[in-house]
């Protein structure tokens, strides 16, 4: 069976990317190159079953397309399939950009951005060109006048990966993130994303108004841009280096560091024999546009351009950013690393259900904090099942018109289980639609990401916690990774804590999908409401909350309930 699903979705993703009516012996060679084995027959009867779902459409004798159910099936798929499905179509984006910077001719890739006119949207985005705040002042532009729609195709930073590589030289992009800038010059990356393990482009994850302020760095030289990282090979530097000199003469560049060999490039740590790379995000003139409340969406890495259809933005330039030194900064702290560091002072008791947990602690105005409450409380009353009652108030924050509200953090439960000795391994923080049929619809490991995964889809918006009239709920949740042999244990252990505020959606079994995502074999999955749900709750009703997850420890007697 899931093998099966896993061909349809295949089969309604080769259908989407043609954007055309397609045939089943062009689906099936398609196929053959993503290494399913599947003949026009076999093609033909899924795509039966994908009519019948309403995901395709036939079209007389020809071929099929895709319906917009089809589109937003494919959107959700296999979650665990698209968490895969990213960092490959980021490698086979790399392995197809071949460009010629001799005769200034071949493939780029590009990020894509669409929006609707509005007043000074197109300004705004020159204003980044302008700076040189990008790889390359070449973008394509083209507009619909029929519905005034605008798509702008900017050059991506994997672009150079491709071009390096297409010249024999090996250089993995790493991380994408956030780089904070002080005075012109790249200071370190405070956050950082995996390029692996993730449902959502990392870039994508950081550009949104309330994480980068790129139009502060225009205006004073100091605020947060997103930024690229990538390693190569030492030997290869000196090969590297001339190939990156020639691309800045056809207008390819946006390199902002350079590191030596084994050397700590603006907070990220190098392994020896390697140097880094710090190239700034394709995306960076579009998050001006985020910055300043435009409506507008953005794909990193999407799609294939020839160069030669590409014309520049702007033909005027003012350097705002100068070189960066690399061993400069603190190194970027991740998010499992500062967790494990916190498991070992989970002290909590089972029998006498009191001890420290691990807790979350959001920032509001105090003079929103009844309203806050008010929504915790009713998100809490609508959905206890799934949510938290457990919280505190923490003043003495440093600004007098500030105030704390932590919650219980569902590493919690990670720690509490280590201390009665059971390995459990904190390996998604995601997005679970509960529906009629729950799936997650968002994933992004832990291992390999700077920021708790939920606080990322709480900038983005993308959560629905408070009472709707859609029937269904976009509530955060962790993923939890236990060997099977302490199956039993865990279940006995549960069934002991399981009014101590960390909400379990689910136990799963040995190699079974839970929610639709797969696990490690020899584990099994257990899954817990976040203890940030009903922030994000408060972040939907319009209030400005900073929200600081993994921060801090709390007994659970000196918790309020939401009773």
Same mark, same amino acid.
């Given at each position: ?20 009516? $397609?045939?089943?012996? %062009? ?23 994908l ?8 079209v ?12 937003k ?23 197809n ?19 609707k ?6 300004? *705004? ?11 390359s &002042?070449y ?14 195709? @900017? ?17 993995? &992009? ?15 990356? @405070? ?9 959502? @482009?990392?870039?994508?994850a950081?550009?949104t ?23 190569? &090979?030492?030997?290869?530097?000196? %090969? ?9 003469? $056809?207008?390819i560049? !946006? ?17 020896? !024999?390697m ?5 700034? !995000? ?20 999407? =799609?294939?351009?020839k ?20 061993n ?16 070992g ?11 420290n ?10 003079e929103?904090?009844?309203v ?6 009713k ?27 932590? @919650? ?30 729950p ?37 955060l ?37 839970v929610?639709? *995502? ?26 400005d909350?900073k929200?600081k997850? $993994? ?8 918790? =309020?309930?939401?009773?």
């Open positions: 069976m899931l093998d099966s699903e896993h061909k349809m979705i295949e089969i309604l993703r080769i259908i989407n990317e043609h954007e055309k009516i $397609v045939g089943s012996k %062009k689906i099936a060679k398609e196929l053959q190159y993503r290494g399913f084995n599947l003949g026009e027959r076999a093609v033909r009867y899924h795509l039966k079953i009519d019948e779902r309403g995901f395709t459409e036939r007389s004798n020809v071929g099929r397309i895709i319906t917009q159910s089809g589109k099936e494919l959107n959700k798929g296999l979650i665990y399939d698209q968490v895969d499905f990213i960092f490959s179509k980021s490698e086979e984006m790399i392995y950009s071949f460009f010629d910077f001799k005769n200034h001719d071949g493939n780029v890739i590009t990020c894509t951005s669409n929006f006119h509005q007043e000074g949207i197109l300004k *705004t985005i020159k204003t980044g060109f302008q700076a040189d705040l990008a790889i &002042p973008v394509n532009c083209q507009k619909k006048w029929d519905d005034g729609s605008i798509k702008i195709n @900017t050059i991506c930073a994997t672009t150079i990966n491709g071009i390096l590589l297409s010249n024999g030289i090996i250089s993995r &992009p790493l991380y994408s993130g956030l780089l904070e800038v002080e005075d012109q010059t790249p200071k370190q990356f @405070t956050h950082l994303i995996s390029f692996k393990n993730t449902s959502i @482009t990392p870039l994508e950081f550009a108004n309330k994480m980068t302020s790129v139009g502060d760095v225009l205006e004073t030289g100091t605020g947060t841009i997103p930024a690229v990282f990538s390693t190569l &090979p030492i030997n290869s530097k000196e %090969k590297a280096l001339n190939i990156l000199e020639k691309l800045k003469m $056809v207008g560049n !946006g390199i902002l560091n350079i590191g030596e060999n084994n050397e700590n490039v603006l907070g990220i740590p190098v392994t020896e !024999g140097f880094g790379v710090t190239i700034i !995000g394709g995306l960076t003139p579009l998050c001006l546009a985020y910055e300043k409340g435009y409506d507008l969406t953005i794909k990193s890495g999407e =799609e294939i351009f160069y030669k259809d590409l014309s520049p933005m702007s033909t005027l330039k003012k350097n705002v950013l100068k070189q960066g030194k690399s400069v900064g603190n190194k970027v702290q991740f998010i499992l690393s500062k967790a494990w560091n916190l498991f002072k989970v002290d909590f008791d089972v029998e006498t259900c009191d001890g947990l691990i807790t979350n602690i959001s920032i509001i105005k105090k929103d904090l009844d806050s409450i008010e929504t915790m409380y998100t809490y009353k609508n959905l206890s099942e799934y949510i938290s009652p457990y919280y505190k108030i923490v003043d003495n924050l440093g600004d007098c018109n500030e105030v704390g509200i932590a @919650t219980i953090c569902s590493l919690s439960l990670d720690g509490i289980l280590v201390k009665n000795g059971i390995l459990s391994t904190p390996k998604y923080g995601g997005l679970l639609e509960m529906a009629p049929n799936q997650f619809i968002e994933l992004i490991a832990y291992n390999g990401s700077s920021l708790d995964p939920h606080v990322i889809y709480i900038f983005k918006d993308l959560t629905l916690v408070n009472t709707n009239k859609k029937g269904y709920w976009k509530l949740s962790s993923i939890k990774e236990i060997p099977v042999v302490a199956r039993e244990d865990t279940h006995n252990l549960l069934s002991l804590i399981k009014d101590i505020g960390i909400p379990i959606y689910k136990v799963g079994k040995p190699r079974e999908l929610y639709n *995502t797969k696990i490690n074999a020899y584990n099994f999955a257990v899954v817990t409401g976040s203890g940030l749900n009903p922030i994000a709750a408060i972040k939907e009703k319009g209030i909350i929200v997850a $993994v921060e801090s420890l709390e007994k659970l007697s000196n918790m =309020e309930k939401l009773t």
